[in-house]
């Protein structure tokens, strides 16, 4: 199976648009944005940009870059109390003065779309479909979704490295009722489990790892979650050549893989919106 | 190897009570009944028990059963506030009319030495040595520890059914770097990931589940967590008689294993009683 990365994310906009267009009341996304480097600045542009393609209002608060711990805090406190801003989002990293966990902690997790503090990731191990879901696994689910891939009863090999972000998505597919191995790069006979894996998931920033020993069967769907660039080449977990070359179905996730991100960033202010409304209407 | 229960736990008790007694300020635990049903009388027995055993002071708050979820709300929220209540728990299961949930998430997660408030659950995902821990899956590190039994590197199966409870062992063993495969009992091929495992920690409540079918190697390490009592008799997941005709060193998890559990809420309290007197003392 060749996975169109394109068709995936067009999706999941062109759906969220056709529906928001139809909203009488729009919903509002407030963005928080303090160290304005490149990577960041480029990050909240497209979060701008797809929130107004998709019709959901767009605020930016970009606050100084040298505020303290405690001048941010009262801000983000003001924001938990403020009722005119329904959700808001942190753009991280923050300087590096500032201390990310407690900010994140800080917010009221009712308005946090985003899905990063601790009770809302919390909920992600206990899997509860009412709620949102963590951006970038969320769009794992969102690409097997697209594509009609069951993952209960499967057999999934996860090769992870990070805390926060493959973790949540170990416990997803956990909660789907797969069969899920995790494994790191030290892994006693890492190809024991991905020889007998329906679906591998790799994010463990090793060039070409996952290669034509590790995986057997053809049928076998492989998801190179992010790649890294060394000395200006794009590399990825997988090496994506070999296992074409053997006819096997493999498609490299794409550089622009962020905008998935977004996307389901975007999908969790929807439905949080939608929360929203169903309770005020009660 | 064989499981000698009553030394792990002994170990813990006489290691916390060597402690205790040398302390000039003991810990004190408050313990909230409200559901006062014979099981978990016995159970708060066990814990004034053990706690006076090992020179904790133990005080118990009984609640009358049909307190509404409002008054016992109230009760929380003074406990919370009260500074000579360092540390409570809250009994559980509660009577039906009131949300567990929700009083658990209303427990001060500094006070929680139960460990069951999300944001603490949170922490043993991301996993942080300075904190506490949540009682059950922390007697399985208990025990492998007592027995030198290394997870690093080791491959473990992991056999679950319920949420709240193993969750937490599988994340913290990915958290030690070992290689955990979470299967339920829908598996498919459960067998090609016993076979492989150096340890296997079953938890779904199928009597005789993992038998000689499943453990092939002599050395693997099997771990029932709990039994299923079926018309008077008990239960395990493993079948302990037909691996020890085939002289696998395996040792049936005791009926009192719920002493372990509580073991570890002492160490809990201890510890949370260290961690306060730190920062009283800076």
Redesign the interface.
């Known amino acids: 199976m060749i996975i169109d990365w394109k068709k995936v994310a067009k999706n999941i906009y062109e759906n969220l648009k056709k529906e928001i267009k139809r909203l009488k009341n729009k919903p509002k996304l407030v963005a928080i944005l303090v160290w304005d480097n490149s990577s960041s600045l480029r990050y909240i542009a497209q979060k701008e940009k797809w929130a107004k393609y998709i019709w959901i209002n767009f605020e930016l608060i970009h606050f100084d870059k040298n505020i303290t711990q405690k001048e941010l805090e009262k801000k983000i406190i003001s924001l938990n109390n403020d009722d005119l801003v329904s959700w808001f989002i942190v753009q991280l990293p923050l300087p590096k003065h500032l201390k990310e966990n407690e900010i994140i ?1 800080l917010i009221n997790p009712d308005k946090d779309v985003d899905w990063f503090h ?2 809302n ?3 992600v ?3 509860d479909e009412n709620w949102l879901k963590p951006c970038t696994p969320a769009w794992i689910i969102e690409m097997l979704d697209f594509y009609n891939i069951e993952v209960k ?3 999934i090999c996860v090769i992870w490295r990070s ?2 972000v493959w ?1 949540p998505i ?2 997803m597919l ?1 909660n789907r ?1 797969a ?6 790069s ?5 190809k ?2 991905t020889k ?1 894996s329906d679906i591998i998931i790799s994010a463990v920033w090793v060039p070409k790892l996952i290669n034509k020993d590790l995986v057997w069967d053809k049928k076998t769907i492989i998801i190179d979650v992010w790649f890294s660039i060394i000395e200006w080449n794009i590399f990825w977990d997988v090496d994506f050549e070999e296992l074409i070359n053997l006819w096997h179905d493999v498609s490299p996730v794409p550089w622009w893989v962020w905008s998935l991100t977004v996307a389901v960033l975007m999908k969790n202010t929807l439905k949080a919106h939608k929360i929203k409304n169903i309770s005020i209407n009660k």
């Open positions: 902690n601790p009770i990731q919390w909920k191990v206990l899997w009863w499967k057999n805390n926060i973790k170990t416990n956990i009722q069969s899920v191995t995790s494994c790191n030290l892994t006693k006979d890492i024991y489990y007998n």
